[in-house]
Each structure stands twice: as structure tokens, then as C-alpha cells.
């Protein structure tokens, strides 16, 4: 089977008293800096307390070390002290045993960080891993090591790790003995079994993409604090100079706990959802005047519908206090987002350069990269990621694969039309919208392309077409003035309208006589309930016309519909799908049962489908995107170069200035590559600073 070697570790904080007292630790390890992102995640997370600070790893000093050769408890082995673990660990690498750890990551970080011993190319097994492959479903069974010990082994831990640190001493020895003995059981379980070379593609891209994260999250990236707090100040002086000059034009505004307030009849101009028929009627709007001069679809936000910044614009043109508005909202955003996004993992009292240290997970049921403390890609793309900078000597040369999931769809499906459409680097969503509405893809406007942007991620995402209609609002949707008014005039009710709505959805059009019957009349006259049946009434056209096109899709693309099929199938009989390396999801309810299936079991088996469909494309394409990253980051090393931050499918890339050069020709060689015989495509550019020039 090979030399494999489980191991555990058990730490204690940096600057904990313990390690601090410890006199084997060296006093370069003592002296190592926790930045001020990565101590408050620790204590924010409040886990010192409990025991095992999961992560940041890399901030954690081992002083315990228990390993494993054969997965038998009487032949474990115990190290302590940090000299004696050193020394340990290098004598097992120089010995070419394997290492094994549950949730490597952790021990990896210890490693390569707090140990100082280069493990980048190495790989580190992990049963934990090697479970998530099997069932990578978020709310399926939980993958700690106790539940999957229960699951393989049958045995729970000794104790907690909580009640095994208070008592201490030989308590603490039997808990860490545990966790390396069983460690190596459950891989040798996992190794022996059939799934082994089922998930063992998918397996072995996530182990070699790990060490990559990991320095991401370790190198994190330079912020420009001072930077940072000068746009700040700039936004709310400019903001509060269009306040004044609200205020001198007889429009109340001030500020509340709950943000800004710009007083019309009570509506807060923040809130898109609070702009309605309110604003129109005291700005003497007049409903005709939208009509002949903006898109039909504002007629929908007269009547309570959200007006958000698309639908501000057109109108800001005539109306300066809009302007006004839409400037207001831009320096508010910038306070209340990015820089709160970006101050609360800031160290206030210095104002220079500092580091922030995103945490990434691979976790997600696809595999798709999740960025969070902070969530980076929620920074607006704008001059607040001006902030986030090089460092001197280094450029951000960043990289973007270009419709990777599309692309993917194709290679799967190998629809000819999709295949064609790639291979002539044409424009999937107008081509596709022209094939829907059989019409020249020339002619697609902009908003029927976006239509088919929403349609196609959709697909891909595995989202309910209600959901999908919802995103796509107005965009398909063109309701005539006189329904509108004729409906105002005889829905001037108060009721709940639940049942309405529902009825509503499941018709071709409105039986007046069926709803007259439900609302009957009182003598509460609510223009929201107007307006909400009017937007029921309209978004259940959307509804319907999304259905028809997602049918569509699945009629005239004939690839894209054998791959659905063969999908559903094959959950139908396994009650799993499966991404091209192997990663699975559950999803039971797929199951092709012999009995009679409720409305509601119709329901599951149909979302089940859609997220099995979701998993094969989605995760699929995370595969190959961990794959593209894992080939550059061999031939970065080369220049001195590293990913050091990842936004989804966006890839930065920090490389030492004299070799740009050398990374733009490494990044575009991943032109050459293919899926399926679909290429792939990227975007790129090379920037002080994470904002494309």
C-alpha cells in the first residue's frame, strides 16, 4: 500500500502564555508577527477558548504531535515539544512515508509556516477531503472526523477536545493518540474501497490545489489604508454637500441610525424599494410623461415596483433631483460597503500598508472557490479595489477565464450549434437568443441578451424559473397601460392576496369574476395591494414566457438535452450525480421509486434534477479551473510568481516586475487548451493595483 503515516497535531496560540513559557520554541517562531486581520478572525471566531483555533492554521504553534504507521492505538507515537516535532516530521519526509491528516490544511499550514519546512510540492492525504468527494451536498451528513469515525470505524472521540485539554495529561495524550490512530483507519478504509477510483480524479485535483489557496491565504494582499480612509472622507463630503443642497430646495434630509433619509411623504431614497408612485406624484411626474419618454417597463415602478439604478437613470436625464439621487447613493454605497467591507480587518491605528487575508474554501457543493472574512468579491469594481495594491517591485498581472461554464456546457453536451458558436468566437448569448427566437443574431438588442445571459446561468446554476423570471424583472415583459389602469380601478381592495397570487400563477390570464370573488370589497382603499396584485399579475407573464424559453432550450439544443437526460437517469437509478473527476453530490430524492409520487415529491425530484444538472456542469467546470491554476502556479514558481488572491472565475496573480513579461506568455498559453474540443478563452491585464487600467 505504500509508506503512509497519519498524523495530529495539538497547538496552542502564538502569543499564548504556553507558548511564550515554551523554551524549545525558537525565538524567531515567537517573533513571527500575527497581523491584525488574522488575530481579530481568531477572536472573533471565539475559538482560542474552546480549545483548537482551526484557522488561521498558520498562526497556531504545535506542542503535541501524535502519529500513526498501521492505524493500530498500542502503536501510535507521541511527540512533544516543538524541537522534537521538527525533527519528527523531517525524518518522516526524508524517509518518503506519505503523510496523512484530516483536514490537512490545518497541519499542512503548521507545516510549511510554524515548522518552516517547504511542503509546497508535497502531497498530504485527507480523509476529510476524500468524504466531501463522496457526498460534497452542504446539507448532507457532517464530514468531522467523530462523524466519520462513527460512520467507517463505528466509535465516537474519546472526550471532547475541550474537557480532554482541561484535565490534561495522559487524557490529553489518549484524545491526540485517537485522532491519528483513527485518522489512518478511515484512510485505509477509504483507500480500499471501491468509490476510491471513482473519486480519485477529483480527489487528487483538490489535494494539489490546496498548498495554492493556502499560500493565497497566507501571502493575502496589500491594502492602501490611507488610501482608503481619503476616499472615504472625499465620498461623505460629497455627500453631504448634495444633502445641503436637497435641503435648500425644500427637501427634507437627515440622518438616521438607520442611514439616509431623504424626506418625501416618509420614503427613503436608499431604499430602492421605498422609491415608488410616492416620489412620482411629488415630483409632478406625470405617468404619461414616463411613457412617451422612457421604455414601457417604468411603468411597472409607478405602481410600487422597485426603482433601482437602472430605472433611475433615464429618468434622471429630466428630473435633476434624480441626479441628485443617483450620487447620493454612489458616495453612500462607498462608505457603507467598501469600506466597511475593508476597514473592519484593518488596523485603524496605522494608516499605511497593511495586509488583509481572505479565507478561501473549496467546500461549496460544486467546488467552487468561496471567499469570506472578508468577501472580497463583494467589492465594487471601481476605485475602491484601487485600494487593493501591488506591493513594490511586484505588478497584478489577473486573469479572468471567459464563460468557463458555457464553455464547459458545450464540451459536455457537444451540441454542434454550441461547439460552432466557440470555436468562431462568436456571441454565445446573441446567438442563442437569435436560435430561440428564430431570428438573424444581429438583430438581438441588448436586452434580449441579457435574457439569454439570465437564461443560460440559470440553466447552469440549476435555478427554478420563478427564481429566474424574478431576476430577469421587466427585461421580458412590456404590460399595456390600459390592463395596468383598468386593474387599478377594480382592485382597489384591501385583502390578502396569497391565494390570488397563487391562482394568478397557474393561468394563462386574470379570471376577474374568480379574484372580484375573493376581494371583496370594504372600504380600505391600499394603493400597495394594488400595486402588489399588478406586479403578480405581471410577473406571472414573466414566469410563464422564462418556462417556454427553458423548454425551448432543451427542444433545440439536442446535446444540451441528451447530457439532461443522461444526467437524470443516472441519478434515477445511483440517487447521486457526478461531476467528470468523480465529485459527488447526494440527492436522494432523485431516486427512481416504484410508488405514487406526491405533489410534493414531484417538486423534490424536479429540484433534485436541477441541481444534479447544476453539479455536472458548475462542477466541472471548477475542476478544470483548479487544474489551469494548478499547471501556472508549477510554471510561476519558475519567476518567482503566485496566485495570491482568487474572486470566483478572476485570478490574481503577483509577479516580481521584470518578469511580466514571462507571466502574460505563461497565462496565455492556457489558450491552447480545450474541453471537449470547445476552447478555452481568458482575459487578462497587468495593473498596480487590482483594477483593470
Given at each position: 500500500?505504500?509508506?503512509?503515516?497519519?498524523?495530529?497535531?495539538?497547538?496552542?496560540?502564538?502569543?499564548?502564555?504556553?507558548?511564550?513559557?515554551?523554551?524549545?520554541?525558537?525565538?524567531?517562531?515567537?517573533?513571527?508577527?500575527?497581523?491584525?486581520?488574522?488575530?481579530?478572525?481568531?477572536?472573533?471566531?471565539?475559538?482560542?477558548?474552546?480549545?483548537?483555533?482551526?484557522?488561521?492554521?498558520?498562526?497556531?504553534?504545535?506542542?503535541l504531535m501524535s502519529y500513526s504507521f498501521d492505524g493500530?492505538?498500542?502503536?501510535?507515537?507521541?511527540?512533544?515539544?516543538?524541537?522534537?516535532?521538527?525533527?519528527?516530521?523531517?525524518?518522516?519526509?526524508?524517509?518518503?512515508?506519505?503523510?496523512?491528516?484530516?483536514?490537512?490544511?490545518?497541519?499542512?499550514?503548521?507545516?510549511?509556516?510554524?515548522?518552516?519546512?517547504?511542503?509546497?510540492?508535497?502531497?498530504?492525504?485527507?480523509?476529510?477531503?476524500?468524504?466531501?468527494?463522496?457526498?460534497?451536498?452542504?446539507?448532507?451528513?457532517?464530514?468531522?472526523?467523530?462523524?466519520?469515525?462513527?460512520?467507517?470505524?463505528?466509535?465516537?472521540k474519546y472526550m471532547s477536545y475541550a474537557d480532554a485539554?482541561?484535565?490534561?495529561?495522559?487524557?490529553?495524550?489518549?484524545?491526540?493518540?485517537?485522532?491519528?490512530?483513527?485518522?489512518?483507519?478511515?484512510?485505509?478504509?477509504?483507500?480500499?474501497?471501491?468509490?476510491?477510483?471513482?473519486?480519485?480524479?477529483?480527489?487528487?485535483?483538490?489535494?494539489?490545489?490546496?498548498?495554492?489557496?493556502?499560500?493565497?491565504?497566507?501571502?493575502?494582499?496589500?491594502?492602501?489604508?490611507?488610501?482608503?480612509?481619503?476616499?472615504?472622507?472625499?465620498?461623505?463630503?460629497?455627500?453631504?454637500?448634495?444633502?445641503?443642497?436637497?435641503?435648500?430646495?425644500?427637501?427634507?434630509?437627515?440622518?438616521?441610525?438607520?442611514?439616509?433619509?431623504?424626506?418625501?411623504?416618509?420614503?427613503?431614497?436608499?431604499?430602492?424599494?421605498?422609491?415608488?408612485?410616492?416620489?412620482?406624484?411629488?415630483?409632478?411626474?406625470?405617468?404619461?410623461?414616463?411613457?412617451?419618454?422612457?421604455?414601457?417597463?417604468?411603468?411597472?415602478?409607478?405602481?410600487?415596483?422597485?426603482?433601482?439604478?437602472?430605472?433611475?437613470?433615464?429618468?434622471?436625464?429630466?428630473?435633476?433631483?434624480?441626479?441628485?439621487?443617483?450620487?447620493?447613493?454612489?458616495?453612500?454605497?462607498?462608505?457603507?460597503?467598501?469600506?466597511?467591507?475593508?476597514?473592519?480587518?484593518?488596523?485603524?491605528?496605522?494608516?499605511?500598508?497593511?495586509?488583509?487575508?481572505?479565507?478561501?474554501?473549496?467546500?461549496?457543493?460544486?467546488?467552487?472557490?468561496?471567499?469570506?472574512?472578508?468577501?472580497?468579491?463583494?467589492?465594487?469594481?471601481?476605485?475602491?479595489?484601487?485600494?487593493?495594491?501591488?506591493?513594490?517591485?511586484?505588478?497584478?498581472?489577473?486573469?479572468?477565464?471567459?464563460?468557463?461554464?458555457?464553455?464547459?456546457?458545450?464540451?459536455?453536451?457537444?451540441?454542434?450549434?454550441?461547439?460552432?458558436?466557440?470555436?468562431?468566437?462568436?456571441?454565445?448569448?446573441?446567438?442563442?437568443?437569435?436560435?430561440?427566437?428564430?431570428?438573424?443574431?444581429?438583430?438581438?438588442?441588448?436586452?434580449?441578451?441579457?435574457?439569454?445571459?439570465?437564461?443560460?446561468?440559470?440553466?447552469?446554476?440549476?435555478?427554478?424559473?420563478?427564481?429566474?423570471?424574478?431576476?430577469?424583472?421587466?427585461l421580458v415583459d412590456r404590460p399595456e397601460w390600459d390592463?395596468?389602469?383598468?386593474?387599478?380601478?377594480?382592485?382597489?381592495?384591501?385583502?390578502?392576496?396569497?391565494?390570488?397570487?397563487?391562482?394568478?400563477?397557474?393561468?394563462?390570464?386574470?379570471?376577474?369574476?374568480?379574484?372580484?370573488?375573493?376581494?371583496?370589497?370594504?372600504?380600505?382603499?391600499?394603493?400597495?395591494?394594488?400595486?402588489?396584485?399588478?406586479?403578480?399579475?405581471?410577473?406571472?407573464?414573466?414566469?410563464?414566457?422564462?418556462?417556454?424559453?427553458?423548454?425551448?432550450?432543451?427542444?433545440?439544443?439536442?446535446?444540451?438535452?441528451?447530457?439532461?437526460?443522461?444526467?437524470?437517469?443516472?441519478?434515477?437509478?445511483?440517487?447521486?450525480?457526478?461531476?467528470?473527476?468523480?465529485?459527488?453530490?447526494?440527492?436522494?430524492?432523485?431516486?427512481?421509486?416504484?410508488?405514487?409520487?406526491?405533489?410534493?415529491?414531484?417538486?423534490?425530484?424536479?429540484?433534485?434534477?436541477?441541481?444534479?444538472?447544476?453539479?455536472?456542469?458548475?462542477?466541472?467546470?471548477?475542476?478544470?479551473?483548479?487544474?489551469?491554476?494548478?499547471?501556472?502556479?508549477?510554471?510561476?514558481?519558475?519567476?518567482?510568481?503566485?496566485?495570491?488572491?482568487?474572486?470566483?472565475?478572476?485570478?490574481?496573480?503577483?509577479?516580481?516586475?521584470?518578469?511580466?513579461?514571462?507571466?502574460?506568455?505563461?497565462?496565455?498559453?492556457?489558450?491552447?487548451?480545450?474541453?471537449?474540443?470547445?476552447?478555452?478563452?481568458?482575459?487578462?491585464?497587468?495593473?498596480?493595483?487590482?483594477?483593470?487600467?
Open positions: 500500500m505504500g509508506n503512509f503515516v497519519a498524523i495530529d497535531f495539538e497547538t496552542h496560540p502564538l502569543e499564548s502564555d504556553y507558548v511564550l513559557a515554551d523554551e524549545t520554541v525558537p525565538e524567531c517562531v515567537k517573533r513571527m508577527v500575527i497581523p491584525y486581520a488574522l488575530k481579530k478572525r481568531v477572536l472573533t471566531k471565539d475559538r482560542i477558548k474552546k480549545g483548537k483555533a482551526v484557522f488561521p492554521g498558520y498562526v497556531q504553534v504545535p506542542y493500530a492505538p498500542k502503536n501510535a507515537c507521541l511527540v512533544r515539544g516543538y524541537n522534537d516535532i521538527h525533527r519528527t516530521v523531517q525524518q518522516l519526509l526524508e524517509e518518503n512515508y506519505t503523510l496523512i491528516a484530516f483536514n490537512s490544511v490545518f497541519e499542512r499550514a503548521v507545516i510549511q509556516y510554524v515548522l518552516q519546512i517547504n511542503v509546497e510540492d508535497t502531497v498530504i492525504e485527507d480523509p476529510m477531503i476524500f468524504d466531501i468527494m463522496l457526498n460534497s451536498d452542504p446539507k448532507g451528513p457532517s464530514h468531522s472526523l467523530d462523524a466519520v469515525s462513527k460512520k467507517l470505524l463505528g466509535i465516537s485539554m482541561e484535565k490534561g495529561g495522559i487524557h490529553e495524550y489518549r484524545y491526540a493518540i485517537q485522532d491519528s490512530w483513527s485518522c489512518k483507519q478511515i484512510f485505509d478504509k477509504q483507500r480500499d474501497s471501491a468509490d476510491f477510483h471513482m473519486v480519485q480524479k477529483a480527489y487528487y485535483i483538490e489535494l494539489q490545489f490546496l498548498p495554492i489557496m493556502l499560500k493565497a491565504e497566507v501571502s493575502g494582499v496589500y491594502t492602501d489604508y490611507k488610501k482608503l480612509v481619503k476616499l472615504k472622507e472625499d465620498h461623505e463630503q460629497k455627500a453631504n454637500v448634495i444633502i445641503e443642497k436637497l435641503k435648500t430646495n425644500g427637501i427634507p434630509a437627515t440622518e438616521s441610525n438607520t442611514g439616509l433619509r431623504i424626506d418625501l411623504q416618509g420614503v427613503n431614497f436608499r431604499s430602492p424599494k421605498q422609491v415608488n408612485d410616492t416620489i412620482i406624484s411629488n415630483l409632478n411626474i406625470k405617468a404619461s410623461e414616463i411613457l412617451t419618454e422612457v421604455e414601457m417597463d417604468e411603468a411597472e415602478s409607478i405602481f410600487g415596483i422597485s426603482l433601482d439604478k437602472t430605472k433611475l437613470i433615464p429618468l434622471s436625464e429630466k428630473f435633476s433631483v434624480l441626479q441628485d439621487v443617483l450620487e447620493l447613493r454612489a458616495h453612500k454605497s462607498f462608505v457603507s460597503k467598501s469600506y466597511s467591507l475593508l476597514s473592519k480587518f484593518l488596523d485603524a491605528e496605522v494608516l499605511d500598508y497593511q495586509r488583509i487575508y481572505p479565507a478561501l474554501s473549496t467546500y461549496h457543493a460544486s467546488g467552487r472557490l468561496n471567499t469570506q472574512s472578508p468577501a472580497i468579491q463583494n467589492l465594487p469594481k471601481g476605485e475602491s479595489r484601487t485600494c487593493i495594491v501591488a506591493p513594490e517591485g511586484y505588478k497584478f498581472v489577473v486573469f479572468d477565464l471567459s464563460q468557463i461554464e458555457p464553455r464547459i456546457l458545450a464540451g459536455l453536451s457537444q451540441d454542434p450549434f454550441l461547439i460552432d458558436v466557440f470555436l468562431n468566437d462568436k456571441d454565445i448569448y446573441k446567438e442563442l437568443m437569435g436560435k430561440l427566437l428564430r431570428m438573424d443574431s444581429s438583430d438581438v438588442t441588448f436586452q434580449q441578451r441579457k435574457i439569454a445571459k439570465v437564461l443560460v446561468l440559470s440553466i447552469i446554476y440549476g435555478t427554478h424559473a420563478y427564481s429566474c423570471s424574478l431576476k430577469l424583472g421587466a390592463t395596468v389602469e383598468s386593474m387599478i380601478d377594480l382592485y382597489g381592495v384591501y385583502k390578502p392576496l396569497r391565494n390570488v397570487w397563487n391562482r394568478i400563477l397557474r393561468k394563462n390570464d386574470i379570471d376577474e369574476e374568480e379574484i372580484n370573488t375573493v376581494l371583496t370589497s370594504t372600504n380600505k382603499h391600499d394603493m400597495k395591494v394594488k400595486n402588489l396584485l399588478i406586479r403578480e399579475y405581471y410577473h406571472s407573464k414573466r414566469y410563464r414566457l422564462v418556462s417556454s424559453y427553458i423548454k425551448e432550450f432543451a427542444t433545440i439544443f439536442v446535446g444540451y438535452k441528451e447530457l439532461k437526460e443522461n444526467v437524470l437517469a443516472y441519478l434515477g437509478v445511483h440517487g447521486y450525480a457526478k461531476t467528470l473527476g468523480g465529485r459527488r453530490r447526494e440527492l436522494k430524492e432523485g431516486l427512481i421509486l416504484n410508488k405514487v409520487y406526491s405533489k410534493t415529491d414531484i417538486s423534490s425530484r424536479a429540484s433534485a434534477g436541477r441541481k444534479a444538472v447544476s453539479l455536472v456542469i458548475q462542477g466541472t467546470a471548477a475542476e478544470e479551473f483548479k487544474k489551469i491554476c494548478i499547471d501556472l502556479s508549477v510554471k510561476f514558481k519558475s519567476i518567482n510568481a503566485f496566485i495570491s488572491l482568487f474572486v470566483h472565475d478572476e485570478v490574481c496573480t503577483l509577479c516580481p516586475i521584470d518578469y511580466v513579461g514571462k507571466c502574460v506568455s505563461f497565462i496565455q498559453e492556457v489558450e491552447k487548451r480545450t474541453f471537449g474540443g470547445v476552447p478555452i478563452k481568458l482575459e487578462y491585464y497587468v495593473s498596480n493595483y487590482w483594477l483593470k487600467p
